[in-house]
């Protein structure tokens, strides 16, 4: 399998803040890594997909890259919404994987 | 407006068969991949496995040997079978959907909380 870390584990940061999240992979992925954020209850959300593209709807403050087996998630201006825990996965391989996920807190 | 709609029990009983069903509303069934997904605090999200149009399924290895999952196009619904369940198969279930057999899940359903209990 495919093992998806991502870190760190949580992140506490002020509103208006830049934020970079970051996932590896344990073998290369290519660019088939997406991102996902999930608030309380409710399921989680497609952010980011192919690494770099942005879901329908999604605000352009996000952005995905890498390649490969490095990957970052970045949230150019941290909002109060934007409070909720972020998923990495790959579906490069089966099994589909995904990261342990960061928490995002506002400080 | 694609959206899934899930449903089962909520509790079922150690040893017992746990049963699923994803119903997709407001776009096609066919030309997609279905998956089911599962969320417990000790292990993070979990893939289950997915099934095609082609009715090709896949299936996560550490499950593979109790877990069915099985179509009706005819009703546009996916549904999910993982029998002999134990404690640790208590989490939330997720349906969720895949553009091909290379993609991430751009729709989940609400989420169904099932606890493993006699």
């Known amino acids: 399998d495919r093992v998806m870390t991502q870190s760190p584990d949580t992140l506490s940061v002020s509103p208006g803040e830049r934020v970079t999240l970051s996932c590896r992979a344990s073998?290369?992925?290519?660019?088939?890594l997406a991102w996902y954020q999930q608030k309380p209850g409710q399921a989680p959300r497609l952010l980011v997909y192919?690494?770099?593209t942005r879901a329908t709807g999604i605000p352009a403050r996000f952005s995905g890259s890498g390649s490969g087996t490095e990957f970052t998630l970045t949230i150019s201006t941290l909002q109060s919404e934007d409070c909720a825990v972020y998923y990495c996965q790959q579906y490069n391989n089966w099994p589909r994987t995904f990261g342990q996920g960061t928490k995002v807190e506002i400080k | 407006q694609v959206q899934l709609q899930q449903w089962g029990a909520g509790l079922v009983k150690p040893s017992e068969t746990l049963s699923l069903t994803c119903a997709v509303y407001?776009?096609?069934?066919?030309?997609?991949?279905w998956s089911w997904i599962r969320q417990s605090p000790g292990k993070g999200l979990e893939w289950i496995g997915e099934?095609?149009?082609?009715?090709?399924?896949n299936y996560n290895p550490s499950l593979r040997s109790r877990v069915t999952i099985f179509e009706d196009m005819s009703k546009n619904q996916f549904s999910l079978r993982l029998t002999s369940v134990t404690a640790a198969d208590t989490a939330v279930y997720y349906c969720a959907r895949g553009s091909n057999y290379l993609s991430s899940f751009d729709y989940w359903g609400q989420g169904t909380l099932v606890a493993v209990s006699s």
């Open positions: 073998q290369s992925v290519d660019t088939n």
């Open positions: 099934i095609n149009q082609s009715r090709t399924t």
């Open positions: 407001g776009g096609t069934f066919s030309g997609y991949y």
């Open positions: 192919d690494a770099s």
